[in-house]
């Protein structure tokens, strides 16, 4: 069949769609049949899939591969496209639909997956690579390369797509996924490689990372962005509103009615714990089936999961109450609208969600918010600013994370061996380790080897052996198994299975959380109020309970950061509020601010003192994020107590932070400048921080991607929280005192300094600082900005009354004298 005749039959399938090619696929197409690698960048729901399989789908049928015959002379599935996912779920689905036009065309083609979910029969087929098109997992692709036939299995592969690379670029995760592309495409110089992303702020640099090799790859733009249209559910005007807060269940009669106006929603919420909480407030007051009502989040089981993402492919659902781990693009057609609990933190993120409804090529999305609290509207207000400029966040990709390196030699080393130098300059050809220098590769093969200098009289670090041929390579049966287990770079803390007495799997839940319940104790999990019965081996065995209320659980890390492009967007409203609803709503209060105090702006930062009757709090508004903000909280209070003895405690939420001195501290304008210079910051961070200590913690993950802890054999009870952090604390403390130059140690060291505390956002919002007029303010009482973050320092001060209960007394005050 001649190419023209492949498009022919391709548009055919189109036709008998409904549909017509758009100009983008057909370019992608083009790029594609013309041996070109690239990266596609377009919006959710336009169609990106068929843009890409379309290239595999036409080469199929103009050059089919040669017929690998088996024994009964029937064709055998041989791997020609790998189709790779950040999500499961979206593995799932994707699987789906590539299936879909292969009968249309008369390919013969098998599509398999080959994820953790996968079943034992998948999971043989991928490992034997019969399949066509294989869809799976950055992790799950590591370990087929870890077998030593994996590249053979894949040697008439001609295409890899990283779909969502966007999900992948900023994160470690990306870097297993960049270095295993590079041995395939060295394996198979012919190979094609495509990422599929949404837009993102820093595309040039997201195809750098995908092609290294490649600068002048295509970067083929795809649909226009879909029209996003954003709708804010206020409450009435004079109504009394939160100052502060996170949940939002004040708005519960709302989002109920708007619910009921549609067929099909989702409610997307930031944590897990809010998911939970909002499926139980919708439970107690939902008018219809229970069953139309359902609950979605990375803590359930696959088996739950997988039932809600059915029932919505097939509209028996009326509400899925969810978090990210329904972000991606899972296509889900008969959603009707989307609505947002609480701040999305992030441009792309609202874009994305607001991407799931209505997810058909040439509709615009749509999304209503939900506010917790009043000044959540202005980052409503900031979002739509955003979407009228084309503003979008970057994701700087990580480089040098050499535990993620040593993983990935350990798997090489089984996967047939390899030699030091020429593993070296593949590694050096990815973005990610184009800079490691000699010193810090030899620090990585003595770890791999012995574990270091400290550790090498003990043989569990003994992994991988140099043979006489000099040639690395992995021989104890058990190390192999131990590492294949441990492959990967997503760590979490320790957690406990949660499984009815008598029946199936719900999920999982932090141990640290299941380990404060006793036996009869009640918690609300899968969107049911359980009774512990028995804690056994890290499973928590439960039974309905009927009636009554139960804790919810916390999952740690669940906070979500204000992004640094929506912050700026934030203080240029507060600078100029435009006529949206939002703050047209929200006149009132900023009126307030500006009579007690002063609004935000570019152009100046706002500080106020205000004194209470439990003493002085100083109150500084960079709009730099919770993480940079407490970082500078922390810098500046140990920059005061230089000037004077003190004791000083801070706060911090994404718009500032709250310093509540002792004694009292004088203040003046030169003085505050004086405090937030960025001149020694590492050097004053090391004194203000327990670095040490953080490193520690630091250190846990890193020593598990790395191999460093050894996990627990299948059969065997699994390790808890408690035992990791010992084992981590451990080895941690060893080679403080007897390998301090140990390449993880400093790893750990520079991830808090470049990831936690985020050293470079620390410097430029301390730069920001300097450059803006200085506003320093003495308001009579708290106001609208600075009450969320006396509120927010509440929480770690002892009391015999709830924290809901003290704000709101305080905010009743307020409001009484201020007439808000």
């Known amino acids: 069949m001649t ?144 077998y030593p036939d994996g590249l053979a299995t894949m040697r008439q592969l001609r295409c890899v797509v990283v779909d969502e690379w966007h999900e992948l670029l900023g994160n470690k995760r990306g870097v297993l996924l960049q270095l295993n592309l590079r041995r395939l495409r060295d394996a198979l110089p012919a190979l094609q490689l495509w990422g599929l992303s949404a837009t993102l702020g820093n595309l040039d640099q997201a195809r750098e990372v995908l092609l290294p090799d490649r600068p002048d790859a295509p970067l083929v733009a795809g649909a226009r962005p879909r029209p996003v249209s954003v709708e804010t559910l206020l409450p ?201 220098d000699t010193a810090h590769w030899q620090g990585v093969l003595d770890f791999i080897v012995q574990g270091g200098r400290a550790l090498a009289q003990y043989p569990d670090f003994h992994k991988v052996v140099r043979d006489a041929d000099g040639v690395y390579r992995v021989h104890d049966r058990r190390v192999a198994l131990r590492h294949r287990l441990s492959i990967g770079t997503i760590t979490s803390d320790g957690s406990a299975v949660v499984q009815f007495l008598r029946g199936g799997r719900l999920g999982a839940v932090e141990e640290q ?27 928590a065995y439960v039974r309905l309970a009927k009636g009554g209320d139960g804790l919810v659980p916390r999952w740690q890390g669940g906070r979500l950061p204000l992004s640094d492009a929506l912050a700026q967007e934030m203080e240029a409203v507060f600078d100029a509020p435009s006529p949206s609803p939002e703050m047209r709503w929200l006149a009132p209060l900023l009126a307030l601010q500006s009579r007690l105090s002063a609004l935000p702006s570019p152009s100046r930062l706002l500080v106020e003192v205000v004194r209470r009757r439990e003493g002085q709090f100083v109150f500084v508004y960079p709009f730099a994020g919770r993480q940079v903000n407490e970082g500078v909280a922390a810098l500046m209070a140990m920059r005061l107590t230089r000037l004077q003895a003190n004791t000083i405690g801070y706060a911090a939420n994404d718009y500032g932070f709250v310093l509540a001195p002792a004694r009292a501290v004088a203040l003046d304008g030169p003085g505050v400048q004086a405090l937030l210079q960025p001149d020694n910051l590492f050097e004053d961070l090391r004194d203000s921080l327990n670095l040490a200590e953080l490193a520690r913690r630091q250190f846990r993950d890193i020593a598990r991607v790395s191999g460093l802890l050894i996990p627990a054999l299948p059969g065997r009870t699994p390790r808890s929280l408690r035992q990791l952090q010992a084992s981590s604390g451990l080895l941690y403390d060893v080679l403080r005192q007897h390998d301090p130059d140990h390449l993880l140690l400093a790893l750990a060291e520079r991830e808090v300094l470049h990831a936690q505390l985020d050293l470079p956002s620390l410097a430029a919002t301390l730069q920001r600082c300097q450059a803006r007029t200085l506003c320093l303010q003495a308001p009579a009482s708290l106001g609208p900005l600075s009450f969320p973050l006396w509120a927010e320092r509440l929480r770690g001060q002892l009391s015999n009354e709830d924290w809901k209960t003290r704000v709101q007394r305080a905010a009743q005050q307020l409001e009484a004298r201020h007439g808000a």
Not at 254 to 269: A, Y
Not at 290 to 308: F, K, V, Y
Not at 522 to 537: D, K, M
């Open 513 to 539: 959380f299941v380990g404060r319940l006793r036996p009869g104790d009640r918690f609300q999990f899968a969107g049911r109020l359980l009774e512990l019965v028995r804690l056994e081996n890290l499973t």
């Open 236 to 436: 009435a005007q004079g109504e009394r509103f939160p100052w502060a807060g996170h949940l939002g269940l004040s708005q519960l009669q709302r989002v109920l009615e708007k619910l009921l106006t549609v067929g099909t929603s989702l409610l997307f919420t930031n944590t897990r714990a809010h998911a939970e909480l909002w499926h139980q407030a919708l439970s107690a007051v939902w008018p219809e089936d229970p069953a139309t009502l359902a609950l979605h989040h990375g803590s359930l089981d696959p088996a739950l999961r997988r039932e809600t993402e059915q029932g919505l492919r097939e509209g028996r659902l009326r509400c899925v109450v969810a978090t990210s781990s329904l972000d991606l693009g899972v296509d889900f057609p008969a959603v009707d609208q989307v609505l947002q609990i609480g701040s999305p933190k992030g441009i792309a993120r609202l874009v994305q969600r607001a991407g799931r409804a209505r997810h058909q090529p040439g509709q615009s999305g749509h999304i209503v918010c939900v506010p917790s609290h009043a000044l959540e509207l202005v980052e409503y207000a900031a979002a739509r600013r955003a979407l009228a400029s084309g503003v979008i966040e970057a994701r700087p990709p990580p480089t040098l994370s050499l535990d993620v390196l040593a993983q990935h030699c350990v798997s090489c080393a089984l996967g047939g061996g390899f030699h030091p130098d020429a593993l070296l300059a593949q590694v050096r050809r990815t973005h990610a380790f184009a800079g490691l």
């Open 3 to 146: 190419r023209r005749e492949a498009m022919a039959r391709l548009v055919a399938w189109f036709d008998s769609r409904g549909w017509a090619p758009l100009p983008f696929q057909k370019t992608m197409w083009r790029h594609y049949l013309g041996g070109a690698s690239g990266l596609l960048h377009t919006p959710t729901g336009s169609g990106k899939t068929l843009a890409m399989f379309g290239g595999p789908l036409l080469q199929a049928l103009a050059d089919p591969l040669p017929p690998v015959a088996g024994r009964a002379r029937k064709r055998v599935p041989a791997l020609q496209v790998l189709w790779i996912t950040p999500l499961r779920a979206l593995a799932n689905d994707t699987a789906r639909a590539l299936r879909e036009p292969l009968a249309g065309l008369g390919l013969d083609w098998q599509v398999g997956l080959r994820t953790g979910d996968a079943s034992t029969r998948d999971k043989r087929l991928a490992r034997e690579g019969r399949v066509d098109v294989l869809v799976t997992t950055p992790e799950s692709l590591a370990l087929l390369l870890s």
